[in-house]
T-cell receptor, first 117, second 110 residues
Framework: DAGVIQSPRHEVTEMGQEVTLRCKPI?????LFWYRQTMMRGLELLIY????????DSGMPEDRFSAKMPNASFSTLKIQPSEPRDSAVYFC???????????????FGPGTRLTVL | GQNIDQPTEMTATEGAIVQINCTYQ??????LFWYQQHAGEAPTFLSY????GLEEKGRFSSFLSRSKGYSYLLLKELQMKDSASYLC???????????FGAGTRLTVKP
């Protein structure tokens, strides 16, 4: 399996521009997560989906952030308009929820390093 | 809120043993995970505890005490490649909602 795929790997944009981050989860996984990591705040859960349905978006910082999962193999995280404080590494992760304990380990993609100037 | 606390940094010597502690106060608990993250890379899964006690996986072991809200990761026979950040994460409920600690940056010196 190719693992979780994210694109782009690096994104540099100017304040006010729209940014779209993309994620392809591991095939067959039921859950998809979006995280943001910064030095100051560590790894923060933004939103997660179960079977393409958003379950908890309480971690989304503000209305400028939105996430969609139109099908089981694709998700996007959009920031519009972007601000310098959005600069961070954004990780996508996926997992397969099973009855056996521990089988729902999250597998992380390589991340997208976003810089907003 | 959810509180997961770990030391910020630790230093140890190659070949030695190091213990990284994690304490948590969360609204729910359904398992504790340890992840390793090398600089510039994604976190990768190391270990998982849901019941009290010690789980051993090669050079790495993880311990959990639910009554104390406490876990540790034990790394034996340290190697230079073990220099990384180690993230403690608590799964809150039976729905895969995980919260991460800030991570402990471990530096292994020769």
């Amino acid at each position: 399996d190719a693992g979780v795929i994210q694109s782009p790997r690096h994104e540099v944009t100017e304040m006010g521009q729209e940014v779209t981050l993309r994620c392809k989860p591991i095939s067959g996984h039921d859950y998809l997560f979006w995280y943001r990591q910064t030095m100051m705040r560590g790894l923060e859960l933004l939103i997660y989906f179960n079977n393409n349905v958003p379950i908890d978006d309480s971690g989304m910082p503000e209305d400028r952030f939105s996430a969609k999962m139109p099908n089981a193999s694709f998700s996007t995280l959009k920031i519009q308009p972007s601000e310098p404080r959005d600069s961070a590494v954004y990780f996508c992760a996926s997992s397969l929820m099973q009855q056996r304990e521990g089988a729902d380990t999250q597998y992380f993609g390589p991340g997208t390093r976003l810089t907003v100037l | 809120g959810q509180n997961i606390d770990q030391p910020t940094e630790m230093t140890a010597t190659e070949g030695a043993i190091v213990q990284i502690n994690c304490t948590y106060q969360t609204s729910g608990f359904n398992g504790l995970f340890w992840y390793q993250q090398h600089a510039g890379e994604a976190p990768t899964f190391l270990s998982y505890n849901v019941l009290d006690g010690l789980e051993e996986k090669g050079r790495f072991s993880s311990f959990l005490s639910r009554s104390k809200g406490y876990s540790y990761l034990l790394l034996k026979e340290l190697q230079m490649k073990d220099s990384a950040s180690y993230l403690c994460a608590v799964r809150l409920y039976n729905n895969n909602d995980m919260r991460f600690g800030a991570g402990t940056r471990l530096t292994v010196k020769p």
